[in-house]
């Protein structure tokens, strides 16, 4: 177990940035902040009470006994290889998609997982305690000592296995990242006609109030595609004809919605 814990944060972004500020309000003091730009280090470090930024992962002289890394996924194996820690302290990814074994280089140190499930913006508000964290460790003790923390800035905590972990970021790339980026592509139909995206939000609003409430978001599906109206859906494929990469996800977003009424059918 550890003792007085204190945190230091590889990387300065924005899951960092929420769960730096979340962790010391909780009372766990973050005493470093790594980014390999060193302003952005200081940027972080200057809203936590006593952390030094820098922009060396040499930690083994570090008072910090609990590390997270806060790096795009891609660059989390090199990290790995250049961080150096002290012995008995333990490190746990906040990557949604990266299994626990990518932190095999560390070889003497504890090891975890401590993913946020939720879409971070510095300056975006959240309240972290409605934010669900997924847990794993490499061992029972380890597991314990993250949960307890966990349980300190979160009302929901579970144990996620890397699979289990995988399959929720995928699943939340088709919930958050997917349907942000179809409401982009409808604001920039409606901007090309000179017509306000805010005539669209009460829509969007009811539509996903109905999916939370409903057992199955697809009970609540509407549109052409559901009532198979092939009129009115080959009239919006004709508007989109010098769109080529609209009218492929439209078409594509249409089939599925197609068979997968057919397959609740059968």
Known sequence: MLHNIKIAFIGSGNVAWHLSKAL???GYPVVGIFSRTKKNAEKLASKMYNAAPTDQLDFSESNANLFFICVHDDSISQVCYDLKLPENSIVVLTSGSQPIEILKSQQTIKKGV????QTFTKDTFLNIDEVPFCIEAENENTEHELVKIAQKISKT???VSSFE??????????ACNFTNH????SKEILDREKLEFDLLKPLIYQTFKKAFEAIDPFEVQTGPAIRKDFIMMNKHLEYLKNDILKKEIYQVISDSIIETGLKLKN
């Open 165 to 174: 972990r995988q399959i929720l970021h995928i699943s939340a790339v088709f």
């Open 157 to 159: 905590v579970y144990l």
């Open 24 to 26: 010391e309000n909780a």
């Open 182 to 185: 179809l409401l982009a592509l």
């Open 114 to 117: 401590f993913y946020p499930l």
